[in-house]
């Protein structure tokens, strides 16, 4: 075998940079550069100024459940075209690429945890997964839910991060609004506590129905949160907008959200929230309302 041989063979065996696996993470807002090891650590907080970096639904899980006690339901559901949607790409191959992309059916991982030892339902948004975007599977997901919740007699807790309704499903899409804000009017006759935790982003439908439905609204720092895009209501309106309208800080400021709450803090704080607000949930008045 010839000598240049030899090495062309070494170079093919070689990661090529896209490939090549990074032990550096770089802040987006203070562009510190940090061991990832550091990172994972703070659950993906900046370290230097206490940015929080986007997280999947997995990591999320992680976070806040007890270790070994999420058990995933209703992954058999997968989003179907029923419009026959193409734009640049046709809605069955986004949907096959964001699948393949994140391992999940939809943008939603939902399922039963204990959190600190208290029972509980858990919705999560993936924003990996088509934008977080909500569609008729995503709904129905959230109504197993509420439904689970109140069968079991827990609270529920939904971790949004989302662009708002999917736009290739249409009407389908925008119903989901109405059938989760349908579905937690049940949980609150019921008297069972539902957390929202708005994450960046939470936008559009989801911000518009069930995630500022919650009888506690959290955000975490820095989280954009909103309806429509800030350019978008500055060329409706035709004015000026504050600066950092439709960040976490501006909504508690405004009395629109109830609390901000560091990553690092947010299993604590949401599991003392279950044991306060699910004091009476499992006597006998919480039978008679279920039942009515």
Not at 75 to 84: A, Y
Not at 147 to 162: D, F, P, Q
Request: charged share 25%.
């Amino acid at each position: 075998m010839r000598f240049a041989e030899i090495f062309s063979k070494i170079r093919k065996t070689q990661s090529t940079p896209n490939e090549a696996p990074s032990h550096w993470v770089k802040c987006s807002a203070c562009q510190s550069l940090m061991y990832y090891k550091e990172i994972e650590q703070r659950f993906n907080v900046c370290p230097k100024c206490g940015f929080h970096m986007r997280i999947s639904a997995k990591q999320r899980i992680e976070q806040l459940c007890d270790e070994g006690s999420f058990v995933e339901f209703d992954t058999n559901l997968i989003p179907i075209d029923p419009l026959k949607f193409v734009d640049k790409k046709s809605y069955k191959k986004r949907i096959e690429e964001a699948q393949e992309k994140t391992g999940k059916n939809s943008s939603v991982v939902c399922g039963s945890c204990t959190i600190e030892g208290v029972n509980a339902q858990i919705v999560v948004f993936d924003f990996a997964f088509m934008g977080g975007s909500l569609g008729s599977v995503e709904g129905e997901k959230i109504v197993r839910a509420i439904n689970r919740a109140m069968a079991n007699k827990e609270g529920l807790i939904i971790v949004s991060a989302s662009g708002g309704a999917r736009m290739q499903e249409s009407t389908f899409s925008l119903l989901q609004m109405s059938k989760t804000s349908a579905s937690l009017a049940k949980l609150a006759e019921v008297k069972l506590p539902y957390i929202s935790i708005l994450t960046d982003p939470t936008m559009g439908g989801v911000s518009a129905s069930f995630a500022f439905l919650g009888d506690i609204i959290m955000a975490e720092p820095g989280a954009l949160v909103g309806f429509a895009g800030q350019r978008v209501i500055k060329q409706t309106i035709g004015a000026d907008l504050p600066e950092g309208f439709q960040k976490a800080e501006f909504l508690l400021d405004h009395g629109l959200i109830d609390m901000i709450v560091t990553r690092t803090d947010m299993k604590k704080v949401v599991a003392d929230l279950l044991k306060l607000l699910g004091e009476n949930c499992k006597n006998d008045a919480f039978e008679l309302r279920l039942k009515a």
